[in-house]
């Protein structure tokens, strides 16, 4: 039987959840002889289809937002705006009253990373020993909860989780296919460093390494800050993605950042919170509160809201709107 995983793409929380229900499920639950997986981003409109999923087998959500859909096996997710109506949510609660759903479907916002999430359920539910994963744990932590030591360690990229993560945030697609599915059996086995030094990785990274290296000019050229709020846009030179810790490296003294981007498939409104900011929690604003406004989501700290591509003018105006909130 085939587990198909959905999984949050272009993320390195995204994979590493995916790498550790993979591991779980193959050790503790054993129904599968086989596992594929599917990324999933956030977009407008409808996130899910019902014909990606399985009919046959089962099928796993992990670091994304709810289905109810009646083939959905298995759910994990850690983010505040984890459902995406009232019916869905109340879908998810009448599982969890009822206990039809107690051991499948499992949701704590107060989780730094689902990764981490998923390790706590698997080891105390289940009896997984989650040992041997303990660096991707750590590492999907730091990396989800921003816990670089400074935005310096966090846009220079020394350690091999912070270059996994540009590469697979923003390497190409290869056929419309993310790159980051090869990654996720390799992250079941392997450290970091091994997925590392795989040929197809460093093929990645020298280009992508280049590119990181002119997005922090870019970026440079086009941020202002004001009123601790650093803002830009940067949608004429369309990109898959960018290192979200450069504002702060170029504006140390930003609390927040309102970042207007494109790639191939949206426009986007990045909002994020400096990591590394004086402030009290009680002092700084909810940014999935103020994302959901517009349709989007995320963290308290951190949030984005997707455009279609022909809906820039409206992307752009969120983007004021959201940098005037956050001066006030």
């Known amino acids: 039987m085939n587990c198909r995983v959905f999984y949050h793409d272009k993320c390195f929380d995204g994979a590493c959840s995916?790498?550790?229900?993979?591991?779980?499920?193959?050790?503790?639950?054993?129904?599968?002889?086989?596992?594929?997986?599917?990324?999933?981003?956030?977009?407008?409109?409808a996130l899910y289809e019902e014909e990606w999923f399985e009919t046959q087998g089962e099928n796993a959500v992990v670091d994304f937002k709810y289905s109810s859909s009646p083939r959905v096996t298995w759910w994990f997710d850690h983010h505040l705006s984890a459902f995406m109506t009232a019916r869905e949510e109340e879908a998810?609660?009448?599982?969890?009253?009822?206990g039809s759903q107690t051991m499948r479907q499992f949701f704590d916002p107060t989780y730094t990373s689902c990764t981490g999430w998923i390790a706590h359920i698997a080891s105390t539910k289940f009896g997984m020993d989650v040992a041997p994963l303990k660096e991707l744990i750590r590492w999907a932590d730091i990396v989800d909860g921003a816990k670089y030591e400074s935005a310096k360690a966090?846009?220079?990229?020394?350690?091999?989780?912070?270059?996994?993560?540009?590469?697979?945030?923003?390497?190409?697609?290869?056929?419309?296919?993310?790159?980051?599915?090869?990654?996720?059996?390799?992250?079941t086995e392997m450290s970091l460093q091994q997925v590392l030094d795989q040929p197809f990785v460093q093929e990645l990274l020298g280009p992508l390494m280049e590119r990181?290296?002119?997005?922090?000019?870019?970026?440079?050229?086009?941020?202002?800050?004001?009123?601790?709020?650093?803002?830009?846009d940067i949608t004429d030179q369309p990109t898959e993605g960018y290192n979200k810790f450069i504002p702060y490296y170029l504006f140390p003294q930003g609390t927040?950042?309102?970042?207007?981007?494109?790639?191939?498939?949206r426009t986007k409104v990045s909002v994020g919170t400096n990591p590394w900011t004086t402030k009290s929690a009680?002092?700084?604003?909810?940014?999935?509160?103020?994302?959901?406004?517009?349709?989007?989501?995320?963290?308290?700290?951190?949030?984005?809201?997707?455009?279609?591509?022909?809906?820039?003018?409206?992307?752009?105006?969120?983007?004021?709107?959201?940098?005037?909130?956050?001066?006030?």
Not at 22 to 45: I, K, P, Q, S, W
């Open 212 to 232: 990181h290296w002119a997005g922090l000019e870019l970026i440079r050229e086009r941020a202002v800050c004001e009123r601790e709020v650093i803002s830009f």
């Open 256 to 265: 927040y950042n309102v970042g207007l981007s494109k790639s191939s498939f």
């Open 154 to 187: 966090a846009v220079e990229m020394a350690e091999p989780a912070m270059k996994l993560t540009m590469v697979i945030e923003s390497a190409p697609d290869e056929c419309g296919v993310s790159v980051s599915r090869k990654f996720i059996p390799l992250l």
């Open 92 to 98: 998810f609660r009448r599982g969890q009253a009822d």
């Open 282 to 328: 009680e002092e700084l604003a909810n940014i999935a509160g103020i994302c959901e406004r517009y349709g989007g989501g995320g963290h308290a700290r951190v949030g984005a809201i997707s455009f279609p591509v022909e809906r820039e003018a409206e992307a752009r105006s969120a983007a004021r709107e959201i940098v005037e909130v956050l001066k006030s």
């Open 18 to 45: 995916a790498a550790l229900f993979t591991r779980f499920h193959r050790e503790c639950v054993r129904t599968a002889n086989r596992y594929d997986y599917h990324g999933l981003v956030h977009r407008a409109g």
